[in-house]
T-cell receptor, first 113, second 114 residues
Framework: EPEVTQTPSHQVTQMGQEVILRCVPI?????FYWYRQILGQKVEFLVSFYNNEISEKSEIFDDQFSVERPDGSNFTLKIRSTKLEDSAMYFCASSPGQGSGAFFGQGTRLTVV | AQSVTQLGSHVSVSEGALVLLRCNYS??????LFWYVQYPNQGLQLLLKYTSAATLVKGINGFEAEFKKSETSFHLTKPSAHMSDAAEYFCAVSRKTSYDKVIFGPGTSLSVIP
């Protein structure tokens, strides 16, 4: 069964460093998303992406964040200068649309030290 | 704006007992509704979804949910709990557009007692 894959599964980075989280969405899906889950808290929407542009972003998704679909298969989330409070599980998701729901990857646990 | 509330951040049931996890949504028009499950240290798995067809929706692992517009509810049930059902369960909502994001409720942690 097709699935969303995310790499790495765990990333440790120093505060102020740039990180890139990578995702390969399901191949025939058109809509892509990033979410994050701070330990013990709810799953929060960050950004949605369609037709090579951001379709919606939350207030969490500030200028430190960016997304890109560089080659038609990968979907990346970049955090330019990480802060301690960026430590969280980051989930990538994709959807074919029309109420199908979003299909999530296993997540990348980001730890900022 | 859409939102989801889940009554009870933690629910404990005995093995073999009925599982009932409550979800209420707030939306100006009936939305799409979903239940996701998250096992420890894993991702989010779609259990079932309501997209305005049948109001009683069956999902994986024996779970089902009923959409009740009059109560703005979408409660999740399973007749007989199994130890492997212990997990975090999230109710979620999205607007009826092609691309709309899924908004998650706060989650309910289900424990199953042997």
């Amino acid at each position: 069964e097709p699935e969303v894959t995310q790499t790495p599964s765990h990333q440790v980075t120093q505060m102020g460093q740039e990180v890139i989280l990578r995702c390969v969405p399901i191949s025939n899906h058109l809509y892509f998303y990033w979410y994050r889950q701070i330990l013990g808290q709810k799953v929060e929407f960050l950004v949605s992406f369609y037709n090579n542009e951001i379709s919606e972003k939350s207030e969490i998704f500030d200028d430190q964040f960016s997304v890109e679909r560089p080659d038609g298969s990968n979907f990346t989330l970049k955090i330019r200068s990480t802060k301690l409070e960026d430590s969280a599980m980051y989930f990538c998701a994709s959807s074919p649309g029309q109420g199908s729901g979003a299909f999530f990857g296993q997540g990348t646990r980001l730890t900022v030290v | 704006a859409q939102s989801v509330t889940q009554l009870g951040s933690h629910v404990s049931v005995s093995e073999g007992a009925l599982v009932l996890l409550r979800c209420n949504y707030s939306s100006s028009v009936p939305p799409y509704l979903f239940w996701y499950v998250q096992y420890p240290n894993q991702g989010l798995q779609l259990l079932l979804k309501y997209t305005s067809a049948a109001t009683l929706v069956k999902g994986i692992n024996g779970f089902e949910a009923e959409f009740k517009k009059s109560e703005t509810s979408f409660h999740l049930t399973k007749p007989s709990a199994h130890m492997s059902d212990a997990a975090e369960y999230f109710c979620a909502v999205s607007r009826k557009t092609s691309y709309d994001k899924v908004i998650f409720g706060p989650g309910t942690s289900l424990s199953v007692i042997p």
